[in-house]
């Protein structure tokens, strides 16, 4: 069974690495809005050790996000091998001895290559999308107007990720 603790903790920690990393746009618009127009030394130099610390955090943060990835990932490995090795050694024998010990093998590593391609656009597209949700989190924080104008552009970027998934040589089924 898949651990929820790993699916919590890479929502999480890929959520809050997102917000943070959005901390830097947002303090470049204080700096240019306040502190440069003023010779404000003191809180220019408070806002860039503040900037150090959230770049460590959200450096923290994806490796938590990262190790949590790599968990979810070899819990599923070990489960869907040990399920097709189990099923494959369910067979006849007298069909195991008709293909060679190579070709057995490599039947069952394509599996683990198909397991391994899902995993990472599922867990891709978890992660792109909190990174979605906290840009809109600071599209909502500057102004709800320019919300609206964002509808087509997101629509369009849905699009380009269908067809990025799919391909552009796949006709879509």
């Keep these: 069974m898949l651990c929820r603790v ?5 929502i999480i ?11 830097m746009p947002i303090a470049m618009g204080v700096l240019m809005d306040n502190f440069i127009p003023n010779p404000l030394q003191s809180p220019t130099v408070l806002l860039g ?5 959230l770049t460590l955090c959200n450096g923290l943060l994806h490796g938590a996000s990262d190790l949590a990835r790599l968990r979810i990932d070899g819990k599923l490995s070990k489960q869907l091998l040990a399920g097709v090795i189990d099923r494959m050694l369910r067979l ?15 039947r069952i ?5 198909m397991r391994r391609a899902i995993t ?9 999308g909190l990174f979605g949700v906290s840009n809109l989190i600071v599209l909502l ?33």
Excluded: K, N
């Design 92 to 106: 006849p024998s007298r069909l195991l001895r008709s293909y060679p010990s190579a070709d057995v093998s490599l």
């Design 141 to 173: 924080f500057y102004d709800v107007s320019m919300l609206r104008s964002r509808r087509a552009s997101i629509f369009f970027e849905c699009f380009l990720a269908g067809y990025g998934i799919r391909g552009p040589h796949e006709p879509a089924s």
């Design 49 to 53: 050790f503040v900037l150090a610390m």
């Design 13 to 23: 920690a890929g959520l809050a690495a997102s917000l943070l990393g959005l901390a």
């Design 6 to 10: 790993d699916l919590v903790t890479l």
């Design 120 to 128: 990472s656009v599922g867990l891709d597209a978890v992660i792109g």
């Design 109 to 113: 590593l394509s599996i683990e290559q």
